[in-house]
Antibody
Framework: EVQLVESGGGLAKPGGSLRLSCTAS????????MNWVRQSPGKGLEWVSS????????YYADSLKGRFIISRDNANNSVNLQMNSLRAGDTALYYC???????????WGQGTMVTVSS | IQLTQSPSSLSASVGDRVTITCRAS??????LAWYQQQPGKVPKLLIY???TLQSGVPSRFSGSGSGTDFSLTISSMQPEDFGTYYC????????FGPGTKVDI
């Protein structure tokens, strides 16, 4: 069974940083692209960032303007999201999501909540 | 590319046929997926490649479309089908539609 478990969320002050982690199991992690998707309270889904299986290709939503950095460790089946210069608008539930090629996002973690507030 | 969904919300009764439309601002490939999110739950993949039913998803769900116009149809609404539905385009930067909330 595919499992994705996020951690690292919490309360951060505006301008602060947080590092989210996601540990994967139940599939060959090194073969799949991974993503972060966020959902602000009461709002829709917003794609944040993607990283290819080998880390060769990395993409970010334009709205992030270089504040976030995605990385992965295939030896430890983990993907991370370093979030810098946090803003109130970054407050959201952050999901770790597995890609299934271009077909779909086929497995989602339960999410980790990030709250940015002074 | 932008995705819009219509309607943004709708009310339905058990047994109703419901159709949700996803429109792209320009022609896109058929790498179009649909997800269901029930309140407080994680999104669930329903349809991929515009019309292929994900394994384990009831056959009352179907998808169709190409180019700029895609749709998700629920042939007979069931109590567990209420929630928010999102389309997503995956060819290029992944992009979600704004969602359609389906309630009673």
């Amino acid at each position: 069974e595919v499992q994705l478990v996020e951690s690292g969320g919490g309360l951060a002050k505006p301008g602060g940083s947080l590092r989210l982690s996601c540990t994967a199991s139940g599939f060959t992690f090194s073969s799949y692209s991974m993503n972060w998707v966020r959902q602000s309270p009461g709002k829709g889904l917003e794609w944040v960032s993607s990283i290819s299986s080998s880390s060769r290709y990395i993409y970010y939503a334009d709205s992030l303007k270089g504040r976030f950095i995605i990385s992965r460790d295939n030896a430890n089946n983990s993907v991370n999201l370093q979030m810098n210069s946090l803003r109130a608008g970054d407050t959201a539930l952050y999901y770790c999501v597995k890609s299934w090629g271009y077909e779909a996002f086929d497995a989602w973690g339960q999410g980790t909540m990030v709250t940015v507030s002074s | 590319i932008q995705l819009t969904q219509s309607p943004s919300s709708l009310s339905a009764s058990v047994g109703d046929r419901v159709t949700i439309t996803c429109r792209a601002s320009q022609g896109i490939s058929s790498y179009l997926a649909w997800y269901q999110q029930q309140p407080g739950k994680v999104p669930k993949l329903l349809i991929y490649r515009a019309s292929t039913l994900q394994s384990g998803v009831p056959s009352r769900f179907s998808g169709s479309g190409s180019g700029t116009d895609f749709s998700l149809t629920i042939s007979s609404m069931q109590p567990e089908d209420f929630g928010t539905y999102y389309c997503q385009h995956l060819d290029g930067y992944p992009l979600f539609g704004p969602g359609t909330k389906v309630d009673i």
